[in-house]
């Protein structure tokens, strides 16, 4: 029996109906949790390896949401290099505060970009999607990966996420995290605050999304099976486990090792 390509649930920040200002506040929310759980040291380490295995002079980030994670490996992962943010819904403000910040080494993507349909911009770059392929169903998450094949230098895709029961159990033990969050999400918000401990509905988004990601996630087997189905031959990958609770696809075309 084939699999479905309908994809499990639906994630709080792809409802049109949520409020602007509770998707932002959650997805800046998002990195220290990631922080929480080593996710950021695993993903820089991931980072470092891409940029050795592409020797890229320009990087893309698909599926950026606040930006956040692009601005923490550009500061921890010296070199010359610039790393384009983009996003089907992109956070303007945000991205020009980190341009801003970080003049010459982050710039962003000036309109919506569907990661499905990236295949334009894609040319000469090394392309990461962080904690955002699981949205994709199985119809787009192949499309993306052909289009990454046929018109990048190399690609990382990284997730926070290991289909397995343990991490299932694990889930109402990371949930204190998302309690905290707001202590640690940047820019300092009172409205965070509110919206975590005063009438709590931050911490349900997240306990849902984080529900619906996992039971979303691919596999290590599908991962393969994707990248045999795309433009494979010239390509050389990795595909595995980052300790128990991260797994991650490192693409890199054979001419570029």
């Not at 890229?56 to 610039?82: C, I, M, Q």
């Amino acid at each position: 029996m084939q699999p479905s390509n309908k994809p499990f649930g639906v994630e709080i920040h792809q409802l049109d109906w949520i409020p602007n200002f509770l998707k932002e506040s959650q997805l800046e929310q998002i990195f220290p949790i990631l922080r929480a759980i080593k996710f950021d040291r695993k993903l820089l380490v991931l980072f470092n390896y891409l940029k050795e295995k592409s020797r890229a002079r320009e990087f893309l980030d698909l599926g950026s949401g606040a930006g956040n994670v692009v601005e923490y490996l550009v500061k921890n992962s010296p070199g010359h290099y610039t790393y384009f943010i983009s996003d089907l819904q992109p956070y303007w403000q945000s991205y020009r505060e980190i341009k801003q910040r970080n003049s010459g080494r982050i710039d962003f993507v000036p309109y919506r970009v569907d990661m499905c349909e990236a295949d334009g911009i894609l040319k000469d770059k090394a392309v990461t999607i962080i904690t955002t392929f699981h949205e994709l169903d199985r119809r787009q998450a192949q499309k993306v990966i052909t289009n990454l094949m046929k018109n990048s230098k190399a690609f990382l895709i990284a997730e926070p996420v290991n289909k397995s029961a343990g991490q299932l159990l694990k889930l109402p033990l990371i949930s204190l995290y998302f309690w905290l969050a707001p202590l640690f999400a940047k820019p300092k918000s009172f409205g965070r605050l509110f919206f975590t401990w005063g009438w709590p509905i931050l911490p349900l988004f997240h306990i849902h999304d984080g529900l619906v990601s996992l039971l979303r996630s691919y596999r290590k087997a599908d991962f393969v099976r994707m990248l045999q189905n795309g433009h494979s031959s010239g390509w050389q990958w990795e595909v595995d486990h980052f300790g128990p609770d991260t797994t991650y696809v490192l693409a890199w075309r054979k001419s570029e090792s």
